[in-house]
């Protein structure tokens, strides 16, 4: 008990550190992006950058919010963010969509079955290894600019961390808990949705998780090639007048909704799921 | 003989029932990377209404494998196992398991591991079930638990009342305790002991220690190695509780540890 409390009162820095609820661990994430602003400010301030490579934090707020809240017509991207920021979350999420209806079934299958594992695996992870924007291209050829090319690259780029990570999971099953599901009056079909889902869950969220990043990143790639509106067009437009401050409004818009858009998935998964929500 | 009948006082029809298992001629032949390998070999024995059976034997003799083949997770190689007087083909809640490691369901609390097996209940009736046998095993307090947030022994418990809420013609138990600390294993005897005088459950439990063997049987099959088979059969003839400094007791050890360490002709 001594020995404990002496530790305790040496380390309290690291006790501080570790609490779950410690003021410090509501301060600590800001830390970086505070010091980003001041860097930025400074330079733009002393124009260390001149203002039209790196415009000032001030000339990108006001950008922003004419972006999301100005009247449309009023500036060239005045009150457009609503309309790109819809356009693109519907192309992510069917794109995602997409990619998990194929994703989980095909890992749950090639986790389980060897046969299936030894059909897929090769290909897949061949596949797997061209990186996303050589189908670029081709999609382009074959899908033409702006939608389904954009959906094809999500869906592709999407596939893969949600089929290995859902691969994973069922295969770490342990058999055993088959066992006791069959001896407890399981089916064996049954035992997909009673056992082997719910077991393998922390998996398959973390490869949705990571889907779902690698969407937004390879949604912008789709929205490059120049369809009329997305948060990807937007940042391609930008670029091409010349508007580094609603560059960075795209990019900044980006990062939230990816984040927006994780916790979201986290969240209804935890709702929906006991395994979500007490594995994971 | 007689020890056998007394268990079962006031049924009398019950008494000229045939066995509830039947194990007969009992083989096992794994298929390995050099040659095949006989892990169990004309295992022969018969388990009656409400017995209390254990096997002994070290490890590696086939226990398990003999288990196995009980529930229906494997299939013998030859012989035949009935389940009153049905061949044994899969595995299903007439014949329950508590294993040795732990198999609980990690993403469903204790109550909700305790009701997994249950069926054709209204919901009510279901959760009054569930408390019923969640009391049976003294872990009312813990219904809303995670098998992460209970201890070895407690989870040994959860995995008892989820087979005993099914009612099973028997129930096997693979060295159950074997993982527990040595007075939680005691703990554990003797709640199974307490539930056993009251339901008069038909039990095959195996184990590698005699003293556990000795406390709990009323016939004890000792098993040897390579390949198993049963060396020998033992009926306890003590009265119960049994007390463990008795000599009667120490006597039964020590005529099991003979039993087992003799070199087999
Ligand atoms: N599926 C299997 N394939 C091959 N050998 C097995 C298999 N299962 C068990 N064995 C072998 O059978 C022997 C008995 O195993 P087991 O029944 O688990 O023994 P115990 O439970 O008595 O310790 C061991 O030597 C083990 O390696
Ligand atoms: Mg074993």
Request: charged fraction near 20%.
């Amino acid at each position: 008990m001594k020995a404990t409390q002496n530790l305790d009162a040496q380390d309290g820095f690291a006790m501080t550190f570790n609490k779950p609820n410690g003021w410090m661990n509501s301060f600590i994430p800001w830390i970086l992006p505070a010091l980003f602003f001041m860097g930025w400010f400074l330079v733009s301030r002393f124009e260390i950058i001149p203002a039209y490579l790196m415009p000032s934090p001030r000339q990108v707020g006001e950008a922003g919010v004419m972006y999301a809240f100005g009247t449309p017509g009023e500036g060239p991207y005045a009150g457009r963010f609503w309309v790109d920021a819809w356009v693109s979350c519907g192309r992510v999420l069917a794109g995602f969509s997409l990619a998990a209806l194929f994703g989980i079934p095909l890992g749950v299958l090639s986790g389980r079955v060897d046969a299936m594992q030894k059909t897929l695996s090769t290909s897949i992870n061949a596949l797997r290894a061209v990186p996303g924007i050589c189908w670029l291209p081709l999609a382009m050829v074959w899908f033409g600019i702006g939608y389904k090319t954009t959906l094809f690259l999500v869906a592709l780029a999407a596939f893969f961390p949600i089929y290995i990570n859902t691969a994973v999971g069922a295969r770490q099953v342990s058999p055993l808990l088959f066992q006791a599901g069959a001896m407890l009056g399981v089916r064996r079909m049954n035992a997909v949705f009673s056992i082997l889902l719910p077991g393998a869950m922390p998996s398959i969220l973390a490869g949705l998780r990571l889907g779902l990043g690698i969407s937004w990143a390879y949604l912008v790639l789709g929205e490059l090639t120049g369809v009329p509106n997305g948060l990807g067009a937007v940042i391609m437009d930008a670029r091409m007048l010349g508007r580094i401050d609603i560059i960075i409004v795209g990019i900044v818009l980006i990062a939230l909704l990816g984040r927006t858009s994780d916790l979201l998935l986290s969240g209804v998964f935890r709702l929906c799921f006991k395994s979500a929500r007490r594995l994971a | 003989m007689t020890t056998q009948l007394k268990l079962i006082p006031g049924h009398k029809k019950e008494l000229q029932a045939p066995p509830v298992l039947q194990v007969s001629k009992l083989s096992k032949v794994f298929k390995t990377g050099d040659g095949p390998m006989t892990v169990l070999q004309d295992v022969h024995f018969q388990v009656a209404e409400g017995e209390f059976l254990c096997v002994l034997g070290p490890s590696g003799c086939g226990k398990t494998t003999l288990l196995n083949v009980l529930a229906g997770f494997e299939k013998p190689s030859a012989g035949k196992a009935l389940l009153e007087e049905t061949p044994i083909m899969e595995s299903g809640p007439d014949r329950c398991v508590v294993f040795q490691e732990d198999t609980l369901f990690p993403w469903l609390t204790v109550k909700e591991n305790i009701a997994f097996g249950v069926k054709g209940l209204s919901k009510k009736e279901k959760r009054e079930k569930t408390n019923h046998f969640l009391d049976l095993v003294g872990l009312t307090p813990f219904g809303d638990y995670l098998p992460r947030e209970i201890s070895g022994g407690m989870k040994k418990r959860v995995s008892l009342a989820r087979v005993l809420i099914l009612q099973p013609r028997i129930l096997l138990m693979d060295e159950p305790f074997g993982a527990l600390d040595a007075q939680t294993r005691e703990e554990m005897q003797d709640l199974l002991l307490s539930l056993w005088n009251q339901f008069h459950h038909t039990i095959v439990f195996i184990t590698h220690d005699i003293d556990e063997a000795v406390a709990l049987a009323d016939r004890i099959l000792v098993m040897q190695k390579d390949p198993g088979m049963i060396a020998k059969e033992i009926r306890v003839r003590l009265s119960r509780p049994r007390e463990r400094t008795e000599s009667s007791f120490q006597d039964y050890c020590k005529a099991l540890y003979q039993a087992l360490k003799k070199p087999q002709p």
